[in-house]
């Protein structure tokens, strides 16, 4: 009897310092996200500086998948306001537990056409349309909300076939197309570099796409303003800012390591 007893007070004692030390473990994790925004910020301050841009140019968008609403709610105490999300499932999840947070959700990550009716009114902006089957589809959902959706337009410009987007080559032909669609406002162009632990790697693929606005402002398609370029991550943001890009997606160097592998 006494035995059980002191077993199960043993239990108790040590359920209690896990409890402790995963709320030291949390406050730290929470400091270290309010530590990495600013660093971050910094760092897209001094390349803003050095190759003559103003640092409010650059829009910081924190990469938040995998991460847990806590952790959203750190950023969020540490100024950043704009977030992405690569999966529907997990944005819907998100925003229904931060709805009351003064934040703007972003997509990311490959949108499937039947997936398009749950975040539709949900984003601010969607960074991957690749199709014109897709901007179709979320054209129809917004004329049931009656207003535009802005999007940008995903350009391979890697010879890696496991990412998404249009060639760089019918780029053009799909933004006519898809600017007949008068719900559908297209705002710019994203990519993603190669995988690569160089960043100059991907200073080709980010080149090309900036030369391919410039080429598509030229044309003044009715309803195109190509006010951005979503391109660079944490591993290459710093040689995107310095190609023209107006939106960065940082997902480590803010939130850490991945407790799965994704993009960063």
């Given at each position: 009897m006494l035995r059980a007893s002191a077993c199960a007070t043993w239990s108790l004692v040590f359920e209690l310092i896990l409890q402790d030390l995963s709320s030291i473990f949390n406050i730290r994790q929470n400091e270290m996200v309010a530590e990495n925004l600013q660093i971050v910020r910094q760092r897209v301050t001094e390349t803003c500086r050095r190759c003559g841009r103003a640092a409010n140019d650059v829009l910081l968008l924190a990469v938040s998948k995998t991460f847990s609403p806590e952790n959203v709610r750190e950023a969020i105490a540490g100024g950043q306001r704009d977030f992405g999300e690569n999966y529907v499932q997990e944005l819907l999840a998100k925003r229904e537990v931060l709805t009351q947070e003064p934040l703007r959700?972003?997509?990311?990550g490959h949108l499937q056409t039947n997936k398009v009716r749950s975040i539709v009114?949900?984003?601010?902006?969607?960074?991957?349309?690749?199709?014109?089957?897709?901007?179709?589809?979320?054209?129809?959902?917004?004329?049931?909300?009656?207003?535009?959706?802005?999007?940008l337009i995903e350009v391979h410009t890697t010879d890696e076939a496991t990412k998404f987007g249009v060639a760089p080559a019918k780029t053009l032909d799909l933004i006519r197309e898809i600017a007949r669609l008068d719900r559908v406002s297209v705002k710019g162009l994203m990519t993603m570099g190669p995988f690569s632990d160089d960043p100059n790697d991907s200073r080709p693929a980010f080149r090309q796409l900036?030369?391919?606005?410039?080429r598509i402002e030229e044309e003044a398609i009715p309803g195109v303003r190509m006010e951005h370029l979503s391109m660079g991550m944490t591993h290459d943001f710093e040689v995107a800012i310095e190609e023209g890009a107006t939106i960065v997606r940082i997902g480590t160097a803010i939130f850490g390591k991945?407790?799965?592998?994704?993009?960063s």
């Open positions: 959700w972003h997509f990311i009114g949900c984003v601010h902006l969607i960074h991957s349309v690749d199709s014109f089957r897709l901007a179709e589809e979320i054209h129809k959902r917004a004329e049931r909300l009656g207003r535009p959706v802005d999007i900036r030369e391919l606005r410039t991945r407790r799965r592998p994704s993009e």
